[in-house]
């Protein structure tokens, strides 16, 4: 039999609802689902598990399924078709929908995360790296405490549909201290009063005009940035992407944790040089990009940071190297001028369980002679060693 799937908004019912809930025999839905719209003459049971409701589901004459908004949109639909029963599917607007209507944004541009049924870290990072993002399945407190560190404004949609339907916009210290009634989504935004650039792509925008960029797109201080070679395999070994956090330690211009922004991931760049956070802020707003800056020895910040997925560190000694083998990341690259690091370093990663591999990076560039003929110049090798686990 067919299953009917109607998303209910709380005040009115899509087009075609009215017929299938006359003529079911079952209505599953929330109790304020069922009080609202469950005609008496069907049997009703409380959404619960989808694994207890599917014999009942598909042995019901007609079975009608009451969700919230769109019921397609990170929805039961999934949980039911995945069970391999076969659907209709009536749907209202969804929670995200209705919240960016009330503050009057536009949806193109937004990213929307699931931290219900997958890891909330990774939903955490998303909203550490994109400027804006509807987040659905965690609390404003506990999205607001992670995000210390970041410039955030929540949009939060309470009880939506429902008597007590509100929708408040606040600051993240006040998103941490306020006690929040039955949350639907938070929008985390960035700029909350900006219009964002039109796109072509709904969510986050790809990257466009490729990586590895020239040392001179980017603010720097004379030979204090990585080549573009170095950032090749670096941005290869770390493998930044959307839901990742990585650090940039001993960032330097940043470019390193720019590029990993411009690809998708979270970046915190730790440099101690007041000078050099100025143009990791800049190289960041140049390229659109959002990294947090701490500007400290990452010995003395370590312990307030969050968690890494991956760590580049293009500046520190031994002891720089050993503190990051205990935070956890996956991936930690080191980028070494100085082969009598090698050893060390070596040793370091691999007494903190990480498999160990590395090279030697020896570039000769062409360039141009007074007369128009070429010839290569080599560049100071640099050795970059990494370990995985």
């Given at each position: 039999m ?24 079952l ?15 069907a049997?009703?049971?409380?959404l ?28 039961v639909?999934?949980?039911?078709r ?24 536009p ?56 008597p ?24 985390c ?42 950032r090749?395999?670096a941005?290869?070994r ?5 839901g ?89 690259v ?8 090698v ?35 080599a560049?100071?090798p ?8």
């Amino acid at each position: 039999m067919t299953v009917t799937v109607i998303g209910v908004d709380g005040k009115t019912l899509p087009a075609g609802a009215s017929a299938a809930l006359g003529e079911a025999d079952l209505v599953v839905g929330t109790r304020r689902q069922l009080d609202a719209h469950a005609p008496d003459t069907a049997r009703t049971i409380e959404l619960g598990s989808i694994e207890s409701l599917v014999t009942d589901l598909t042995v019901a004459a007609h079975a009608v399924v009451l969700a919230d908004g769109d019921p397609g949109f990170f929805g039961v639909v999934r949980s039911l078709r995945e069970k391999n029963v076969r659907l209709t599917v009536l749907p209202a607007v969804s929670s995200v929908q209705r919240v960016l209507a009330a503050i009057g944004r536009p949806s193109d541009d937004v990213v929307v995360v699931n931290a219900v049924d997958t890891d909330t870290v990774r939903a955490l990072n998303v909203c550490r790296a994109r400027p804006a993002v509807a987040v659905l399945g965690l609390s404003p407190a506990a999205l607001a405490l992670a995000l210390r560190g970041w410039r955030r404004t929540l949009v939060v949609a309470e009880d939506l549909g429902g008597p007590d339907e509100k929708v408040s916009t606040v600051d993240a210290a006040e998103g941490a201290s306020r006690t929040w009634g039955e949350v639907n989504v938070v929008v985390c935004l960035a700029e909350a009063e900006r219009v964002p650039a039109r796109g072509w792509i709904a969510g986050a925008q790809p990257t466009s005009d490729g990586w590895a960029l020239p040392e001179d797109d980017f603010s720097h201080r004379d030979g204090m940035v990585t080549s573009p070679e170095l950032r090749a395999l670096a941005l290869a070994r770390l493998a930044p992407a959307p839901g990742t956090l990585v650090w940039d330690v001993g960032a330097g211009s940043g470019a390193l944790g720019v590029e990993c922004a411009r690809l998708g991931a979270a970046v915190l760049a730790v440099e101690r040089d007041p000078m050099q956070c100025l143009r990791i802020m800049a190289n960041a707003s140049h390229y659109g990009v959002d990294v947090r800056v701490v500007e400290a020895e990452l010995l003395a910040a370590i312990s307030g940071l969050p968690a890494p997925d991956s760590v580049f560190i293009g500046g520190g000694g031994e002891a720089v190297v050993r503190a990051c083998t205990t935070v956890g990341a996956a991936r930690i690259v080191v980028a070494l001028a100085s082969i009598d690091r090698v050893g060390p370093t070596r040793s370091a990663l691999k007494s903190a369980d990480y498999r160990v591999d590395g090279c030697q990076l020896s570039v000769a560039r062409m360039t141009e002679n007074s007369d128009g003929s070429t010839r290569l110049a080599a560049d100071d090798p640099v050795t970059l060693v990494w370990g995985v686990r």
